[in-house]
Structure formats: C-alpha cells, structure tokens
C-alpha cells in the first residue's frame, strides 16, 4: 500500500486537522484516522493568539478565523470583588502582537480545518496503532481494525494520552497532574454586556469571554485533588465556588445548565521528550508537549507544530530542531503562570495583587509585553496575512 508522499495521521483534533491541512497544500496523499465517530469537539471555546493565526495563514483560513474576533474594548485582569487590577484594550494587543487575539468555538474552527483537507482523507470510528515507525528505508505502517497503511510520514496527533508517544519513547514518565481542575461553558447569556476579564482568586480563576456569535465562553480552575467531582453536579460546584464573585459571572452560572459543563483535571508532560520524532513518526500538539492552560497555548502550539511539520516534513530532525526548544520554553511559562495565577496563600496572593496594580499603573501594557515572545513568532514560510509588525520585530 505504500506511495509516495503518503502521510498518515492519527488524529482528528486541531493539531491533526491543521497537519493534514498543511501537509495536503504541501502536495502529499493525507490519511486522518480518528478513532471517534464523528469530529465533533467537545462544546467547548479555544483562544487563538496571532502567532497561531499566523500558522493557519499557511493554509489559508487566519483571515477567516480573524474576522470571528469579538473582543473590542477594554478588557482585563479583577479581583472576585470586582476591583480591576488591570487593564488592557482589543486594539492595544491587536497592535503590539501584530492580529487580534480570537475566541471561538472548537466547532468553528474544526469546519474551517476540514474544509481544507479531502473529504474522502477523513476516517471516523479508526482506532489506529503504530505498529512499526519505519526508517530511511522502509515505511512506516499504522494498523486499524481494517488493516494496515503504510505511509512516508505518520504524524502523531492523538493527546495527551498518546500511545504513539508511549511506543516511541517508552522511558519517558508521561503527564503529571498539574494540580489544579478546570471548568468550561459556552451559552447564551440574554442581555450579557461586560467587558472580557479574567479574575484570580484564591487557588481559583474565572474568566469570561464574547464569541462573536453572541454566546459567552466561560472557563474556571481551581487547586483540588485528582479525580474530585462534584457530589451533586458540575453547575452546583461552580455555583459554591464562584456565585458571589463579581457580575457577569452569576448571570453566566444562572444561564449555564448542569450539562453545559466540561470538568476535566490538567496534566502535562513535565518533562520534555528527547525528541518530537522517531523514524518517519512525528508527534505534534498534546503528544508532543501537553501544557497547563493558563497562557491559551496549547492549541496554539499544536497548530504551530503542523504548518513547521508541514515545512519540514522532508527532514524530521530539523521539525524537532524548530519545535522543541520552543515549546519547552512555552510549557514552562505555561506552568509557572499557573503557580501565580492559583495562589493559595493570603499574603502572597495580597502581595502579587498589590504588585500587579501598581506595576500595570507605572508601566502600561506590561501584562502584554509578557506575552511577547509568545505571540510575536512567525511561521517558516509565508503567506501570513497580518501587516502589522509585533513589537520589537523588524
């Protein structure tokens, strides 16, 4: 069964999806094997940063996905009580990152992804194995209960729980709880009108975002042990834990229904891998480098992953040379802002907000300017879209 310029990949979610989308521009036959009966994500938002809108200008949809921006106007960082510790405006980061930052549903940008790639390449209800990674001079070959593909490239897409990474890296320890648990809604909020925040309390977040559909994505986190769930229901969990914090968040819970909410624990691979690739195998997103949610990066990354891939599908040691000091350094951002964003301690969470206050006082846009290594990065190749130059960048 082997061609020439076959890629076989295993997985359908974003990472997967922007992969085969790139791959298939780059001239090679795609495979997407997705175990699940059908691509529909969980009901759930993503925020796409401008350096991921970058990425999917590769394949021709970031204008596309740019034009679902809904955030306008002053956003920012509060208290539960209300008080906002700082400030920032749609316009101010739109214009120092170089694009807007984009809050959507998972569905949307799953739709825009496949309308890219051959309707026929995509196979739900195929649970996939590798069963050999190949070498230079054979195939690799991934099995399914309907047989066995033989591919030039295999590229890895299936999470955090990766059993390729296992296959290809079996000394490697996997994810470690991150420690903390995390909530997510999308609903319509009649009569919503807020400006975007993100609120820190103590070892809990809430932030509460406009898609451009008019429904709300909400998201939480809070320290708890691995594997607690509410003895009720999610809905009456949040309810004890955020119902007093500042509007709009009690409009939000009173217009989410207890099945409107996702509840997962966080995990992330603490160690980076050796490499990114095996043989003709590479591992892109959650596989490759899972990381705690606090900077918004993990779909970003994933989608990174897939345009470099896609540039270097040639030469599988210089994808791993592009990718994996970078997304090293994005995990461990992601892990450290998680241990200021989930203080637990009075005086330290009174010190961080005092310091917060008064340095986003004393130095506008500093909050921002943190993200700059984060969303200035730009793809391998052109054509991206945005005209606007990240700030520092010539």
Known sequence: MARSGRAVVIGGGIGGLTAAAALHRCGLQVTVLERAASLEPAGAGISLAPNALRALDVIGIGDEIRDLAAWQGDGGLRTPGGRWLSRSSADAAAERFGGPLVLLHRATLVASLTARIPHDAIRTAAEATLADPGDADRPARVRTPDG????????????????VRRTLFPEHPGPVYSGFTTWRVVVPVPGAEFAPHETWGRGSIWGTQPLKDGRVYAYAAAVAPAGERAPDDEKAELLRRFGDWHDPIPAVLAATRPEDVLRHDVHHLAEPLPAFH???????????????????????QAVEDAVVLAHHHGDLAAY?????????AVTRQSVRA???????????????????????????????RGFDPVAGWRPPQQPYASGITP???R
């Open 278 to 300: 095996r043989g003709r195998v590479a591992l892109v997103g959650d596989a490759a480098h899972a990381m705690p949610p606090m900077l918004g990066q993990g779909g970003n």
């Open 320 to 328: 791993t040379a592009a990718r994996l000091p970078r997304t090293t």
């Open 391 to 393: 700030a520092g960048k």
């Open 148 to 163: 066995e593909w033989e591919a030039d490239l295999v590229v890895a897409a299936d999470g955090i729980r990766s059993a």
């Open 338 to 368: 998680a241990r200021l964003n989930l203080m637990n301690d009075r005086v330290a969470i009174a010190l961080r907000n005092t310091a917060i206050a008064a340095l986003s006082k004393a130095v506008p846009g500093l909050l921002l």
